[in-house]
């Protein structure tokens, strides 16, 4: 009997200690309510001004971010940076994860381990997004983040895999139509329309002027950068383009992802010297401030310049089949040879800039107020849970 009685003793301390661990590091490390898994530079500026609302909410999150995103992330929300304790990867690997990585099965576990949030938003562009989506889906809300205005092609991610999310949120309402129409879709518009659009009014033009060493005296022309498949043959097409106009001052805004290596080295063979580069200090929205004209080959930037009532090209090749709500509703320009830019360059350079804007909201179904409307699904979603 005595012998029963200890035995049962020991068993009852065994489950108090195993429940009482269990409790430590799950219980109390369950970490942040809401975890953001981004990859690309469009996503996380995308959701930026969301975590600041979720920061005046007081709502706890914390920001898992792969490649590009990792360096924003890292330069703008530090404190909400995560892995730093769990461990589960390292930034410095973090940082050169290629879009068709996964994590080890230990891996996901650990995280799990870790971190077992209610809401998880990510991007859509990387394989590592959809597995955390698939590895949290049956415990949390899961959303997928789509942020770009074209449609999205048969190959990538979000079509592949988009049953990894609970819903998928698109900036429009024009791509309900796309490939994306057999997931649950979700209409929240794009954030970063909000910044674009404030950014006239709160970026003084002589202090752009000032940090380029620039006089306001010439047009200027600007060049957003990108990456990518055809980049490279379309940006030299630019940069051709450009010796037909001595008058003009041309400048190059990097993406976010890359070094500049590429562009300079196109610069330097074809002697374009009449190209300046930006430097990164200087973000694409705030030198759109000063241009006449924005260029791009398949940036969103041609979406958001128009927030700016900025006359928009896409220079793109003759065999790019890219397009977007902006070019087909011909609010921006789309071209695809060298003589085709000049001419509608040099056309958009002499028009007035006294047309009266377009409403975008309206004609593209975006929603206005994207920022609050995200941060209240987010709270929403939490209260269900």
């Known amino acids: 009997m005595k012998k029963a009685r200890q035995s049962l003793y020991f068993i009852a301390t065994f489950l108090s200690f195993y429940?009482?661990?269990?409790?430590?590091?799950?219980?109390?490390?369950?970490?942040?309510?809401?975890?953001?898994?981004?990859?690309?530079?469009?996503?996380?500026k995308g959701l930026q001004p969301v975590f600041k609302e979720l920061d005046k909410k007081s709502i706890d999150y914390a920001i898992l971010a792969f490649s590009t995103a990792l360096s924003l992330v890292e330069s703008q929300q530090p404190a909400k940076s995560f892995d730093k304790n769990c461990g589960v990867v390292l930034s410095a690997e973090r940082i050169h994860w290629s879009r068709t990585r996964k994590?080890?099965?230990?891996?996901?576990?650990?995280?799990?381990g870790c971190v077992r949030p209610k809401v998880i938003v990510t991007g859509v562009v990387s394989e590592v997004q959809a597995q955390v989506a698939r590895s949290y889906k049956k415990e949390a809300f899961?959303?997928?983040?789509?942020?770009?205005?074209s449609p999205p092609e048969e190959d990538t991610l979000v079509?592949?895999?988009?049953?990894?999310?609970?819903?998928?949120?698109?900036?429009?309402?024009?791509?309900s139509s796309s490939l994306l129409k057999g997931h649950r879709l979700r209409v929240v518009g794009q954030p970063s329309l909000e910044h674009w659009a404030q950014t006239t009014a709160n970026v003084d033009p002589r202090k752009i002027y000032a940090k380029l060493e620039l006089a306001a005296t010439r047009p200027m022309v600007l060049y957003a950068g990108g990456y990518?498949?055809?980049?490279?043959?379309?940006?030299?097409?630019?940069?051709?383009?450009?010796?037909?106009f001595p008058s003009l001052t041309f400048l190059l805004s990097l993406h976010p992802k890359v070094d500049g290596k590429l562009e300079k080295q196109i610069l330097r063979e074809e002697g374009a010297e009449n190209i300046q580069v930006v430097p990164k200090t200087i973000d694409t929205k705030s030198v759109s401030v000063i241009a006449e004209v924005i260029v791009c080959h398949r940036s969103t930037v041609g979406v958001?310049?128009?927030?700016?009532?900025?006359?928009?090209?896409?220079?793109?090749?003759?065999?790019?089949?890219?397009?977007?709500v902006a070019i087909q509703e011909n609010w921006a320009v789309q071209v695809r040879s060298l003589n085709e830019f000049q001419k509608v360059l040099e056309r958009l350079v002499k028009k007035k800039s006294g047309d009266k804007p377009l409403d975008i909201y309206s004609l593209a179904e975006i929603p206005r107020r994207?920022?609050?409307?995200?941060?209240r699904v987010i709270e929403d979603r939490l209260s269900q849970r």
């Open 103 to 112: 994590l080890s099965e230990k891996q996901i576990a650990k995280l799990k």
């Open 142 to 149: 899961v959303a997928g983040f789509y942020d770009a205005f």
């Open 370 to 375: 994207a920022t609050l409307l995200i941060s």
């Open 159 to 175: 079509v592949r895999a988009g049953d990894s999310w609970d819903e998928i949120w698109i900036p429009t309402n024009k791509l």
């Open 304 to 324: 958001q310049a128009l927030f700016m009532n900025k006359p928009v090209i896409y220079l793109d090749l003759p065999t790019g089949n890219y397009t977007n």
């Open 228 to 244: 990518g498949r055809d980049y490279a043959e379309a940006f030299r097409l630019f940069v051709r383009a450009t010796r037909a």
């Open 19 to 44: 429940l009482l661990a269990i409790h430590i590091s799950f219980g109390d490390a369950k970490g942040p309510s809401t975890l953001f898994v981004l990859y690309d530079a469009g996503e996380t």
